[in-house]
């Protein structure tokens, strides 16, 4: 079945660790996203991609990076840098730009906490 | 600048209809999403409406399109548990491309047996 899978569920990250989370998509989408989603807020962009080899910062970019070396996947790395990364994070994906309606398709979440 | 506003709780009583509501400030938006959110689960695209459009009917959902004022709702008719949920209403401001959307903080839907 095509969709979007994002690992591990669950993470937990010790002082000034670096943590990756996967997200991998098989619907041939070219852009990809990454929000952050905190109790009683909305998705927040961290960080997003419209195409291979090329990603633009979000509205909370500090704190993480990412790469897209290849089209179905797009890593998201919480660097040492983002004090409070405890929050649920979220990877869509979209079609590619001639299509007028571009809907995002979610993956199911990673749950990233502190030890 | 784009912002998207929406009630954070609403309650209503199984087999009732639910109307959640949504304001936006980008006049030039393009499309106006729907989606559901479980516990634990990521977002999942109910409908979606196009700036043209005033109306858009699909099963139990009906979505309004009001773009003098900038009003979106959504109407569940015959509520069930199984719509509980947290719904997340979401702007689209380019025509194409890939341009991420902006979404509201998300409406608590409780539903009473």
């Known amino acids: 079945d095509g969709g979007i899978t994002q690992s591990p569920k669950y993470l937990f990250r010790k002082e000034g660790q670096n943590v990756t989370l996967s997200c991998e998509q098989n619907l041939n989408h070219d852009a990809m996203y990454w929000y952050r989603q905190d109790p009683g807020q909305g998705l927040r962009l961290i960080y997003y991609?419209?195409?291979?080899?090329?990603?633009q910062k979000g509205d909370i970019a500090e704190g993480y990076s990412v790469s897209r070396e290849k089209k179905e996947s797009f890593p998201l790395t919480v660097t040492s840098a983002q004090k409070n990364p405890t929050a649920f994070y979220l990877c869509?994906?979209?079609?590619?730009?001639?299509?007028?309606?571009?809907?995002?398709?979610f993956g199911d979440g990673t749950r990233l906490s502190i030890l | 600048g784009e912002d998207v506003e929406q009630s954070l709780f609403l309650s209503v009583r199984e087999g009732d209809s639910s109307v959640i509501n949504c304001t936006y400030t980008?006049?030039?938006?393009?499309?106006l999403y729907w989606y559901k959110q479980e516990p634990g689960a990521g977002l999942q695209l109910l409908t979606y409406i196009f700036s043209n459009m005033d109306m858009k009917q699909d099963q139990r959902l009906t979505v309004l399109l009001n773009k003098k004022d900038k009003h979106l709702s959504l109407r569940i008719a015959d509520t069930q548990t199984g719509d509980s949920a947290i719904y997340f209403c979401?702007?689209?401001?380019?025509?194409?491309?890939?341009?991420?959307?902006?979404f509201g903080k998300g409406t608590r839907l409780s539903v009473i047996a």
């Open positions: 980008d006049s030039s938006s393009t499309y």
């Open positions: 991609s419209q195409i291979v080899n090329d990603f």
């Open positions: 979401a702007e689209s401001i380019r025509n194409s491309g890939n341009t991420p959307l902006v």
């Open positions: 869509a994906s979209s079609m590619g730009g001639r299509f007028r309606v571009q809907p995002q398709h």
